[in-house]
C-alpha cells in the first residue's frame, strides 16, 4: 500500500514531530490543527514549541515543500490523529477520560474520507477509545465500511499506535524506538505497520488493538508506581531526619535494587494522566495504581507546606520581618528538565500554590519560557537566575535544568532552602 499524503491531526509536541519526520522523509504531509498561531508558525519554517533538532526538520520540510499546515483537512491516504485526551469532572470523579477531542478529530476528517484510507490513533487513550473512534466515524460516514462491521473488507482501515517518546528526545526517538501498534484486523495491522516502517528504524510489533492501548498506559503506570516509591520515601526520610538522596544512592549499591530520584511530584501528559485511565476502566482492580497517583499527586502540597515552613524559620531569624518582607524565588516551571512543556507539570502547580498564599514577593525562573500566561501566577514576576538568588529571601528548587545545576549556591542559605530534586544536596548536607 502507498502512502503518498499523510495527514497529522494536532501540531502538538507530539503532532509536529511526527508530521516533521515523516515529511524528511519526502512524504507530502498535511498537518492540521485548529490554533491558527500554530499554522502560520510552521507554514513560515519556524516551530511554536521547544524541542532539540525539531526546528531544523521542519524548516527543511517546509522550505522543501514537503509539509505544510492548515486549519482545515484536506484528503489524504492517511491519518494520524494525535490531540490531547484531558480530563474531565463528573459525578465527583476529577479523572474522567475526555474524549472530546478526539470525537472532534473523527468528525472533522470523516467529511474527506475515501475507500482505501487508513485512521490511526496516536493519542494516549484509555482502553476501548479507538473503537469509539470507529463508531463516530461510521456514523459520520455511512457511505463506507468500516472494521467492526465489515472487518477485514472494509473500506476503511483503523489501528491504534501509541507514542512512547520522551520530551526533549521526540525527534530521535520517533524513528529508533520500537512501535506498537494494533489494529481493528489484521489488515489493519498491516496497513498501519507499512506506514510508520516510513520512518520508523524500531520493530514494529502487532497486537490487538485493546492490547495496544493497555500497552501505554501499562508503560506509564509502572513508572508511576516507581516514582511513588521514591516520593514517598523523600516524604518519610524527612520525617526521620534522614538525607533521601544519601539513602538511595547507598540502596542503590545492591546489584537487584534501582530506586528512582524523588521530586515535586510527576507531570506531563503521559505519567500523570494515563494511569487514571486504568483507573476509570477498573476502578475496583486498579488499587496499588490508584495509590501511586494518589502519592505522586499529594507531593506539591507537601514541597508547598515545607516551603511555608521556611518561611517561618526565616521569619523566626529575623523577628523583625513580616511574610510581606519575605521574598520566594521558585526556580523551574516545566513538568522536566530543559523543555517548555508545563502540562500537568507539579513544579507550576507548586508556584502557583505559593502566589496564592504567600503575602510577599513570589519570583519565578524559568529559562524555557519567556511570557507568563495570565491566571493563578498574575502577580509573580518571571526573571532571570542570578536575579532571583540576589533577591530571594527563601530559595525553592523545583526542576533540575541544566542551567540550574551549574548555578553556584554560596550565597544560598541552607536554613531557607527547599530543594525537591537534590541539586544543592552537598549544601543541605553541611
Given at each position: 500500500?502507498?502512502?503518498?499524503?499523510?495527514?497529522?491531526?494536532?501540531?502538538?509536541?507530539?503532532?509536529?514531530?511526527?508530521?516533521?519526520?515523516?515529511?524528511?522523509?519526502?512524504?507530502?504531509?498535511?498537518?492540521?490543527?485548529?490554533?491558527?498561531?500554530?499554522?502560520?508558525?510552521?507554514?513560515?519554517?519556524?516551530?511554536?514549541?521547544?524541542?532539540?533538532?525539531?526546528?531544523?526538520?521542519v524548516h527543511a520540510a517546509v522550505k522543501e515543500g514537503y509539509l505544510r499546515a492548515t486549519t482545515k483537512?484536506?484528503?489524504?491516504?492517511?491519518?494520524?490523529?494525535?490531540?490531547?485526551?484531558?480530563?474531565?469532572?463528573?459525578?465527583?470523579?476529577?479523572?474522567?477520560?475526555?474524549?472530546?477531542?478526539?470525537?472532534?478529530?473523527?468528525?472533522?476528517?470523516?467529511?474527506?474520507?475515501?475507500?482505501?484510507?487508513?485512521?490511526?490513533?496516536?493519542?494516549?487513550?484509555?482502553?476501548?477509545?479507538?473503537?469509539?473512534?470507529?463508531?463516530?466515524?461510521?456514523?459520520?460516514?455511512?457511505?463506507?465500511?468500516?472494521?467492526?462491521?465489515?472487518?477485514?473488507?472494509?473500506?476503511?482501515?483503523?489501528?491504534?499506535?501509541?507514542?512512547?517518546?520522551?520530551?526533549?528526545?521526540?525527534?530521535?526517538?520517533?524513528?529508533?524506538?520500537?512501535?506498537?501498534?494494533?489494529?481493528?484486523?489484521?489488515?489493519?495491522?498491516?496497513?498501519?505497520?507499512?506506514?510508520?516502517?516510513?520512518?520508523?528504524?524500531?520493530?514494529?510489533?502487532?497486537?490487538?488493538?485493546?492490547?495496544?492501548?493497555?500497552?501505554?498506559?501499562?508503560?506509564?503506570?509502572?513508572?508511576?508506581?516507581?516514582?511513588?516509591?521514591?516520593?514517598?520515601?523523600?516524604?518519610?526520610?524527612?520525617?526521620?531526619?534522614?538525607?533521601?538522596?544519601?539513602?538511595?544512592?547507598?540502596?542503590?549499591?545492591?546489584?537487584?535494587?534501582?530506586?528512582?530520584?524523588?521530586?515535586?511530584?510527576?507531570?506531563?501528559?503521559?505519567?500523570?494522566?494515563?494511569?487514571?485511565?486504568?483507573?476509570?476502566?477498573?476502578?475496583?482492580?486498579?488499587?496499588?495504581?490508584?495509590?501511586?497517583?494518589?502519592?505522586?499527586?499529594?507531593?506539591?502540597?507537601?514541597?508547598?507546606?515545607?516551603?511555608?515552613?521556611?518561611?517561618?524559620?526565616?521569619?523566626?531569624?529575623?523577628?523583625?520581618?513580616?511574610?510581606?518582607?519575605?521574598?520566594?524565588?521558585?526556580?523551574?516551571?516545566?513538568?522536566?528538565?530543559?523543555?517548555?512543556?508545563?502540562?500537568?507539570?507539579?513544579?507550576?502547580?507548586?508556584?502557583?500554590?505559593?502566589?496564592?498564599?504567600?503575602?510577599?514577593?513570589?519570583?519565578?525562573?524559568?529559562?524555557?519560557?519567556?511570557?507568563?500566561?495570565?491566571?493563578?501566577?498574575?502577580?509573580?514576576?518571571?526573571?532571570?537566575?542570578?536575579?532571583?538568588?540576589?533577591?530571594?529571601?527563601?530559595?525553592?528548587?523545583?526542576?533540575?535544568?541544566?542551567?540550574?545545576?551549574?548555578?553556584?549556591?554560596?550565597?544560598?542559605?541552607?536554613?531557607?532552602?527547599?530543594?525537591?530534586?537534590?541539586?544543592?544536596?552537598?549544601?543541605?548536607?553541611?
Amino acid at each position: 500500500m502507498d502512502f503518498d499524503t499523510i495527514s497529522v491531526i494536532g501540531l502538538g509536541y507530539i503532532g509536529l514531530p511526527t508530521a516533521a519526520v515523516i515529511a524528511s522523509r519526502r512524504k507530502k504531509v498535511i498537518g492540521v490543527d485548529i490554533n491558527q498561531h500554530a499554522v502560520d508558525t510552521i507554514n513560515q519554517g519556524d516551530i511554536h514549541i521547544v524541542e532539540p533538532e525539531l526546528d531544523i526538520v521542519v524548516h527543511a520540510a517546509v522550505k522543501e515543500g514537503y509539509l505544510r499546515a492548515t486549519t482545515k483537512p484536506e484528503p489524504a491516504d492517511a491519518f494520524l490523529i494525535a490531540v490531547p485526551t484531558p480530563f474531565k469532572a463528573e459525578n465527583g470523579n476529577d479523572h474522567v477520560p475526555d474524549l472530546t477531542y478526539i470525537k472532534a478529530a473523527s468528525q472533522t476528517i470523516a467529511a474527506v474520507l475515501k475507500k482505501g484510507d487508513l485512521v490511526i490513533l496516536e493519542s494516549t487513550s484509555p482502553v476501548g477509545a479507538t473503537e469509539q473512534m470507529a463508531a463516530w466515524l461510521a456514523e459520520a460516514r455511512p457511505d463506507l465500511t468500516f472494521p467492526q462491521t465489515h472487518g477485514e473488507e472494509s473500506d476503511i482501515r483503523i489501528a491504534h499506535c501509541p507514542e512512547r517518546v520522551l520530551p526533549g528526545h521526540v525527534v530521535r526517538e520517533l524513528v529508533e524506538n520500537d512501535r506498537v501498534i494494533g489494529g481493528m484486523t489484521a489488515k489493519c495491522s498491516k496497513a498501519a505497520t507499512t506506514l510508520y516502517k516510513i520512518f520508523v528504524q524500531g520493530e514494529c510489533i502487532t497486537t490487538t488493538v485493546r492490547t495496544a492501548e493497555m500497552a501505554k498506559l501499562t508503560e506509564n503506570s509502572f513508572r508511576d508506581v516507581n516514582i511513588a516509591f521514591a516520593n514517598e520515601l523523600s516524604i518519610i526520610c524527612d520525617k526521620l531526619d534522614i538525607n533521601v538522596w544519601e539513602l538511595i544512592r547507598l540502596a542503590n549499591r545492591h546489584p537487584r535494587v534501582n530506586i528512582l530520584q524523588p521530586g515535586p511530584g510527576v507531570g506531563g501528559h503521559c505519567i500523570a494522566v494515563d494511569p487514571w485511565f486504568i483507573v476509570s476502566e477498573t476502578p475496583e482492580e486498579a488499587r496499588l495504581i490508584r495509590t501511586a497517583r494518589e502519592v505522586n499527586d499529594g507531593k506539591p502540597e507537601w514541597v508547598v507546606e515545607k516551603v511555608q515552613q521556611a518561611v517561618g524559620e526565616y521569619l523566626t531569624a529575623n523577628p523583625d520581618k513580616t511574610a510581606k518582607d519575605v521574598t520566594i524565588a521558585c526556580f523551574g516551571l516545566a513538568f522536566k528538565p530543559d523543555i517548555d512543556d508545563l502540562r500537568e507539570s507539579p513544579a507550576l502547580r507548586i508556584a502557583e500554590e505559593i502566589v496564592a498564599r504567600h503575602p510577599g514577593g513570589v519570583l519565578l525562573v524559568e529559562p524555557n519560557i519567556e511570557h507568563l500566561s495570565s491566571g493563578r501566577l498574575a502577580g509573580a514576576n518571571l526573571i532571570n537566575q542570578q536575579v532571583a538568588l540576589e533577591k530571594a529571601d527563601v530559595v525553592v528548587m523545583l526542576v533540575d535544568h541544566k542551567s540550574f545545576k551549574n548555578m553556584p549556591s554560596d550565597n544560598v542559605d541552607s536554613r531557607f532552602l527547599v530543594d525537591s530534586r537534590g541539586i544543592w544536596e552537598d549544601r543541605l548536607r553541611k
